[in-house]
């Protein structure tokens, strides 16, 4: 091969791998008893998780056409904004069989949803849902009452997995016991949620894996809004740097953390 054909080959290998990165969900896994938990970011806070014969989805949104996302038998919403309670996605992704685990405030929008509030829990499609409270401590818009959203925790082959939505870390999460997944925000507009409050709120429930997401949220707006002018976050930190101080307040204490590959390209 000439040093020409090398490099073309290099140059094509890398569009590849490219290419396929902006089109692919990128999937994890997690050992559990009677087989692994194959956990896959979608976008911002979507998640795909596959157990056995069953497919779950968290806040499924369409805004990239849930590439790699499969259909579900149970579909879990947080919240009713439209990144979180996306009917399109709900609608390609369910069957008559499927069921939908809904927060208070989205019935309007899924009369024929279950909704459990905070505190509740439920067996439904062989899996059993906790709901935990969502809220803010620090006050001002966007507003999270108390009450109207929902974190979820999640049990499947023997490990609990905790989706946390959108929230800070309150006394209803400080509470939650043997978690062995965390899934937690960072960066939520008022100052909420830093890394280091992030960290600090991982460390309480000490579990196994943690994956930081529903991160960025000016990639979130732009997703609707593409000529949003962004936002900038308390100390002037950048959504990297977010990530690595999270990461850096977790050292030493032996959970293992996961980013993942939540933001594609938006096109």
């Known amino acids: 091969m000439t040093q020409l054909s090398r490099i073309n080959s290099v140059l094509f290998l890398s569009l590849l791998q490219i290419s396929l990165s902006s089109t692919t969900a990128w999937a994890d896994n997690i050992v559990a008893s009677g087989g ?94 906790e709901a935990v409270a969502a809220y803010d401590i620090i ?47 960072l960066n939520i507009p008022r100052g909420r949620m830093t890394p280091a409050a992030a960290a600090e709120c991982t460390l309480l429930l000490s579990p196994e894996v943690v994956y930081s997401y529903h991160y960025d949220q000016d990639y979130a707006r732009r997703a609707v809004t593409p000529d949003y002018a962004g936002s900038e976050l308390p100390g002037g930190i950048t959504i990297d740097e977010s990530l690595d101080l999270f990461e850096a307040a977790l050292e030493g204490s032996g959970i293992e953390y996961r980013r993942g590959y939540w933001y594609p390209p938006l096109n």
């Open 36 to 129: 692994s938990i194959e956990i896959t970011p979608l976008i911002h806070s979507s998640v795909q998780l596959e157990y056995a014969d069953s497919v779950i989805q968290i806040d499924p949104w369409n805004r990239l056409r849930l590439v790699g996302a499969k259909t579900a038998d149970l579909i879990l919403i947080t919240d009713n904004p439209g990144h979180h309670l996306d009917l399109t996605a709900i609608a390609k992704l369910a069957t008559e069989n499927t069921s939908i685990i809904i927060a208070a405030n989205g019935k309007d929008q899924i009369p024929s949803g279950i909704v459990l509030a905070n505190g509740e829990a439920i067996r439904v499609s062989g899996v059993t849902i």
């Open 139 to 185: 006050p001002g818009a966007p507003e999270h009452p108390k009450g109207e959203a929902n974190g979820y925790v999640v049990t499947l082959g023997g490990k609990r997995l905790y989706f946390a939505g959108v929230t800070e870390c309150v006394d209803e999460v400080k509470a939650l016991r043997n978690i062995d997944v965390v899934f937690m925000p």
